[in-house]
């Protein structure tokens, strides 16, 4: 059974409202330790001081966080973005002969254009340009699970410290959740952040990621 703390934690974790008024001190605890009792239903005199304690613990952990958050945003500040759109992402299956991914391969590298695969437990995830996907079709046929187009594709170039600040992986994933942008991929190349969303969230995109 869950304690007090894990409770009261988990509640304010679940609303970010909350947690940016207790990162930014601007909340009443009282107020607070009574709504989370009312809302879990657990109304008890000893209870209520459990969980102002538990308020008051967590929100000294997110002000630590917001010292680091403030460190990411520093990091994404300087960090360049680009953008290419009319990108697709093909799903094949794993057990389909490696000389098609490498034949596929060959074609798109020959033209020097985009081409990333990612090794699944049971698939390839493919990610290049849209003006290959009959060939990709062609190749693959019946182990072709599953191609989206209509994508875009966002790298983050960030400079050499990403690498030893934590959080910055996190911290992007939440902005985009926060504004209701989907992630179709995702991926990462040392100081390269990649994203693969929907061309209709790219204007989104560049608003939130201006640092």
């Known amino acids: 059974m869950a304690t007090i703390t894990e409770l009261t934690h988990q509640y304010l974790s679940e609303h970010p409202s ?12 009282s107020r607070l330790s009574r709504r989370i009792a009312k809302e879990l239903a657990i109304e008890k005199e000893s209870t209520m001081e459990a969980i102002l304690i538990a308020c008051r613990r967590y929100s000294d952990k997110i002000r630590k966080e917001a010292v680091q958050e403030t460190k990411i ?20 299956d794993k057990r389909f002969f490696m ?8 074609i798109i590298r020959k033209q020097a254009d985009l081409f990333y695969a990612i090794e699944g437990t049971g698939t390839f995830t493919i990610i290049t340009l849209e003006k ?18 209509d994508l875009a594709l966002i790298t983050i170039k960030s400079p050499e410290d990403l690498e030893g600040t934590s959080g910055v992986v996190d911290y992007l994933y939440s902005i985009f959740g926060e504004n209701g942008v989907n992630i179709v991929e995702t991926m990462s190349c040392w100081t390269d952040t990649i ?14 990621l201006k640092f």
Not at 77 to 88: A, T
Not at 133 to 144: G, H, P, W, Y
Request: with cysteine; glycine share 0%; aromatic share 6%.
């Open 195 to 208: 994203f693969v969303i929907s061309e209709d969230d790219v204007q989104k995109v560049i608003k939130f």
């Open 73 to 92: 945003r520093s990091i994404l500040k300087k960090s360049e973005l680009d953008i290419k759109n009319r990108i697709i992402v093909a799903i094949v």
């Open 132 to 149: 290959y996907q009959d060939e990709i079709r062609s190749i693959f046929k019946a182990n072709l699970k599953k191609l989206t187009n």
């Open 99 to 106: 000389d098609h991914l490498i034949k596929i391969e060959t």
């Open 18 to 29: 909350i947690k940016d008024c207790l990162k930014n001190n601007i909340i009443n605890y």
